[in-house]
């Protein structure tokens, strides 16, 4: 059967690696994974809680397609708490994971043609979802020279260049630099995206697992602004597949229709889960800390194995390298690191094209004595 040229997009290498390293585990291997943003935990408490109360009362059908009334409050509470922003929760959307959600906006806020312009290295699902849907990605290398970030300059260079651009979409904390955006910096680039007419994507997944530097949402200074955000990575819920986005108005009602049809609405227990799981911060900030003795652990074997580590590591759960002492192939690389020693990374090549033939990434979202194991691998097999 013939297949369309927009699914000729790049595979996400980093779970043909879980996929790789999946198999290798059922066959008795001693697998550790890096690859994926996994946490080790398991929802909290009240949330597994919460999902078995909805089972026994046979809570597993639709809902509104935004989500439950009751959710969206708890979203808005969320932000009143954390960030001091109100938030009415008719602006509120609840979606099936943050994937869902880039689709939606996506759909919503540009047309094929359009050009939208995210970091590089960045998360490699951005580059995929907006090709197959026709709209051109304009990568902007992010370094040291401006903080690892988009900036205004940065966006005027690209559009010097290619054009004028529809939509700017920026992730804080970053996967994989870890970079998190300061106050200064997102509020200079919310203020060039609405003086410019150009639709600006806050992606806010890993917040509340934020190191050093200022964890903002990009809601604190501006409406005009999609954000979206996840109980995959702080919440440990990767497989309810719940998330949310927060919307201008103007935006909500066609969000709403696209939902309706694609999606119906995401699961109701993981409402139900994701909704008790917001209370669950005290547990959750118990993980924090762990991911940050993980981070800090590979912060210092990492460089004496011979790995320099190429961007900060100030969010999320990641530790992005140059490997160039020991490859020019990162793929190969990874393959051949599970094939030798069952350690299980994701090749630099998934989130940058151009130089990420040199880089690796490693997740620390694992335990502490996986990550000592893995390196004490890595270091032995490098020798």
Not at 129 to 137: D, Q, S
Not at 192 to 221: K, P, Q, R
Not at 248 to 257: A, M, Q
Request: glycine share 8%.
């Amino acid at each position: 059967m013939k297949v369309s040229r927009r699914s000729a997009v790049e595979p996400f290498h980093a779970m043909d690696v879980l996929a790789d390293a999946t198999r290798r585990r059922a066959q008795g291997r001693p697998v550790i994974s890096m690859a994926v943003g996994q946490p080790a935990y398991p929802a909290p408490r009240a949330a597994l809680d919460a999902a078995r109360a909805a089972l026994a009362d046979g809570r597993v059908g639709y809902t509104e397609a935004l989500g439950l009334a009751a959710l969206r409050r708890g979203i808005a509470d969320y932000y009143r708490a954390q960030h001091r922003v109100e938030v009415d929760p008719a602006r509120i959307a609840v979606t099936t994971g943050s994937s869902a959600g880039f689709n939606l906006a996506f759909l919503t806020l540009f047309d094929p043609g359009d050009r939208v312009a995210i970091a590089r290295p960045g998360y490699p699902a951005y580059r995929n979802i907006l090709a197959a849907l026709g709209i051109e990605t304009i990568e902007i290398e992010v370094t040291a020279e401006n903080d690892f970030t988009i900036t205004p300059e940065s966006l005027e260079a690209a559009q010097s260049v290619f054009g004028r651009l529809s939509g700017v979409l920026l992730a804080s904390p970053a996967n994989p630099t870890g970079t998190v955006t300061n106050r200064a910096h997102l509020k200079a680039l919310a203020h060039y995206c609405t003086s410019n007419d150009i639709a600006f994507i806050s992606d806010e997944i890993y917040h509340g697992l934020t190191f050093t530097g200022e964890e903002t949402s990009a809601l604190e200074l501006t409406d005009d602004v999609v954000v979206i955000n996840s109980f995959s990575k702080y919440y440990c819920m990767t497989g309810w597949r719940i998330g949310w986005m927060v919307l201008p108005d103007s935006v909500v009602r066609p969000i709403e229709r696209l939902s309706q049809s694609l999606y119906i609405s995401a699961p109701e227990i993981s409402q139900l889960a994701g909704l008790a799981a917001l209370g669950a911060r005290d547990e959750l900030d118990v993980h924090r800390d762990a991911y940050r003795r993980n981070r800090d652990l590979l912060a210092t074997r990492l460089p004496e194995i011979g790995f320099s580590i190429a961007s900060p590591m100030d969010g999320a759960f990641y530790a992005y390298v140059d490997a160039g002492r020991f490859t020019n192939d990162s793929m190969a690389f990874a393959r051949r690191m599970l094939a030798d020693i069952d350690v299980a990374a994701t090749p630099g090549h998934d989130f940058d094209p151009v130089g990420g033939h040199r880089t690796m990434r490693f997740s620390f979202a694992g335990g502490y004595d996986e990550m000592v194991d893995a390196t004490d691998r890595i270091a032995a097999w490098l020798k």
